[in-house]
């Protein structure tokens, strides 16, 4: 994988492995000049202090391929960074969306892939309804757009149809908007910053019966909140966040706890875990690791 990652004929890598395997790949080819297309989360949330400031020395280009990251990105396009207020970071809710932690009692694993408007992966649909996946764009939005948390609010955008805004300090709001479809953002990323024909569906305005907007509901989907409180204590915490839900998720696909459980895991391994200030590659693998024992153990 890292001599694909260094190929010389090659001008973009993305980078669309799932898991912190993708880390050391991404390394070697921002050290070789390589444009990154970035699909792969983890690369950011756990390695984020490690990846962005190596492509700021190296002169490279991290390019979105996440619909929210890359229309936050395209929103940001031809302004100034230092002018942005806020990122408004929307989030379709999920399969569960307004629901209330007794209805989530007894969700089982189908209910849980149902996604009302995107296909997507097994365990990105769970993360999804859970709203981990939401705080997993928070920290890798950080890292982008170099914000502090306080500037990203998640917004729930049930349509799906505008994917991320971004406030500038005039009170000016700048939006992408588009069919849920990831086609878009993939081509995007691939070539930019040509914009080039692609077949698919558009929006249609006339048929938009409504677009609407809420407050995410942190008391039912703690997902969110432990996603900031992982940011808050910095350092390795990302990374124990990130690979508790990995398991936990794991679990919960393989029918061996239940939904809430997957919370409760998460938020476990975290109090149990010692924080790494500035974590080598190393050190945030053996926090994966550390995490994932932690669960196991919590189920032998």
């Given at each position: 994988?890292?001599?694909?990652?260094?190929?010389?004929?090659?001008?973009?890598?993305?980078?669309?492995?799932?898991?912190?395997?993708?880390?050391r790949?991404?390394?070697?080819?921002?050290?070789?000049?390589?444009?990154?297309?970035?699909?792969?989360?983890e690369?950011?949330?756990?390695?984020g202090?490690?990846?962005?400031?190596?492509?700021?020395?190296?002169?490279?280009?991290?390019?979105?391929v996440?619909?929210?990251h890359?229309?936050?990105f395209?929103s940001?396009?031809?302004?100034?960074?230092?002018?942005?207020?806020?990122?408004?970071?929307?989030?379709?809710?999920?399969?569960?969306?307004?629901?209330?932690?007794?209805?989530?009692?007894?969700?089982?694993?189908?209910d849980a892939?149902?996604?009302p408007?995107?296909?997507?992966?097994?365990?990105?649909?769970?993360?999804s309804?859970?709203?981990?996946?939401?705080?997993?764009e928070?920290?890798?939005a950080?890292?982008?757009?170099?914000?502090?948390p306080?500037?990203i609010?998640?917004v729930?955008?049930?349509?799906?149809?505008i994917?991320?805004?971004?406030?500038?300090?005039?009170g000016?709001?700048?939006?992408?908007?588009?069919?849920?479809?990831m086609?878009?953002?993939i081509?995007?990323?691939?070539?930019?910053?040509?914009?080039?024909?692609?077949?698919?569906?558009?929006?249609d305005?006339?048929?938009?019966?409504?677009?609407?907007?809420?407050?995410?509901?942190?008391?039912t989907?703690?997902?969110?909140?432990?996603a900031?409180?992982?940011?808050?204590?910095?350092?390795s915490?990302?990374?124990?966040f990130?690979?508790?839900?990995?398991?936990?998720?794991?679990l919960?696909?393989?029918k061996?706890?239940?939904?809430l459980?997957i919370?409760?895991?998460i938020?476990?391994?975290?109090e149990?875990?010692k924080?790494?200030?500035?974590?080598?590659?190393?050190e945030?693998?053996?926090?994966?690791?550390?995490?994932?024992a932690?669960?196991?153990?919590?189920l032998?």
């Amino acid at each position: 994988m890292l001599e694909l990652a260094i190929l010389p004929q090659m001008e973009v890598l993305v980078t669309a492995i799932v898991g912190m395997i993708g880390i050391r790949p991404t390394i070697a080819a921002i050290k070789a000049g390589k444009t990154i297309a970035l699909a792969n989360k983890e690369t950011l949330v756990t390695a984020g202090h490690i990846i962005m400031p190596l492509a700021k020395e190296k002169g490279v280009s991290i390019l979105p391929v996440d619909s929210e990251h890359s229309a936050i990105f395209q929103s940001m396009h031809g302004e100034n960074r230092e002018r942005v207020s806020k990122i408004l970071l929307t989030a379709s809710g999920g399969p569960f969306r307004g629901k209330k932690t007794e209805e989530l009692q007894d969700i089982t694993v189908e209910d849980a892939l149902k996604h009302p408007n995107w296909s997507m992966g097994r365990k990105i649909t769970v993360d999804s309804a859970t709203l981990v996946n939401k705080g997993l764009e928070v920290m890798e939005a950080k890292w982008l757009f170099d914000v502090e948390p306080e500037q990203i609010q998640v917004v729930v955008h049930p349509q799906s149809i505008i994917h991320s805004m971004v406030e500038y300090v005039d009170g000016g709001i700048m939006a992408q908007l588009g069919m849920p479809d990831m086609k878009l953002p993939i081509q995007y990323a691939l070539f930019y910053p040509d914009r080039r024909p692609m077949d698919g569906r558009r929006v249609d305005f006339f048929a938009l019966k409504s677009i609407s907007f809420e407050e995410p509901d942190i008391k039912t989907f703690r997902g969110l909140q432990l996603a900031y409180d992982a940011i808050a204590a910095g350092g390795s915490m990302p990374t124990v966040f990130n690979a508790a839900n990995e398991k936990a998720v794991g679990l919960f696909l393989d029918k061996k706890i239940r939904f809430l459980a997957i919370y409760d895991l998460i938020q476990g391994a975290m109090e149990q875990h010692k924080v790494i200030a500035n974590p080598t590659v190393d050190e945030i693998l053996e926090a994966e690791a550390q995490a994932h024992a932690y669960i196991s153990g919590k189920l032998s």
